[in-house]
C-alpha cells in the first residue's frame, strides 16, 4: 500500500488504540470523526468528478518488495477498499477509478533501478490477481 493510504490506516489503527486520560478512545472524539470524514468526502468528490486514485501499492525498497508477494498485496487493496465500502464509497466506484502503481520511484537501493523495474512487473501481477478475483 502506497503511502496515504498506510498513513489513513495508521492513523484510523492509532485512534481506535489510543485512550485519553478521561478514559475515552480518540477515535470517538467528534473532531476525529469529522477530519477522517472529510478525508472520505474528498475521495468520494474526486471519484464524482471522475477522477482517479493511483494506489502506490507496490513497495519500491527491495527488502519490502523482497518481503511482499502479490497475492498479499492484492488482498491488502481489497480489505482496503472493502473498508471505503463499509464507510459509504461504492467499491465499483473506487475499483473503476484505481490505477495501480509503484510506492516510489526509488533510486536509493543497492540494484539501483533493478527494483523498481520488478516493482512494475508485481503491478502487473497484483492487476492480475485483482482481475482473477473479480472475474471469479
Known amino acids: 500500500p502506497g503511502m496515504i493510504e498506510r498513513t489513513y490506516e495508521d492513523t484510523l489503527a492509532w485512534a481506535r488504540e489510543t485512550t485519553l486520560p478521561d478514559g475515552s478512545r480518540v477515535i470517538d472524539q467528534e473532531w476525529v470523526q469529522l477530519n477522517l470524514a472529510r478525508v472520505r468526502s474528498g475521495i468520494a468528490r474526486l471519484l464524482e468528478r471522475g477522477g482517479n486514485i493511483a494506489w502506490g501499492a507496490i513497495p519500491t525498497h527491495t527488502h519490502q518488495l523482497e518481503a511482499e508477494t502479490?497475492?498479499?498485496?492484492?488482498?491488502?487493496?481489497?480489505?482496503?477498499?472493502?473498508?471505503?465500502?463499509?464507510?459509504?464509497?461504492s467499491r465499483e466506484d473506487v475499483t473503476a477509478h484505481s490505477l495501480l502503481t509503484p510506492a516510489t520511484c526509488c533510486l536509493v537501493n543497492p540494484d539501483l533501478t533493478a527494483t523498481v523495474e520488478n516493482a512494475y512487473a508485481v503491478v502487473r501481477e497484483v492487476q492480475e490477481v485483482l482481475v482473477a478475483r473479480a472475474s471469479g
Request: proline share 5%; aromatic share 4%.
Open 70 to 89: 502479490p497475492r498479499g498485496l492484492a488482498d491488502r487493496l481489497l480489505d482496503l477498499w472493502d473498508r471505503l465500502g463499509e464507510e459509504g464509497l
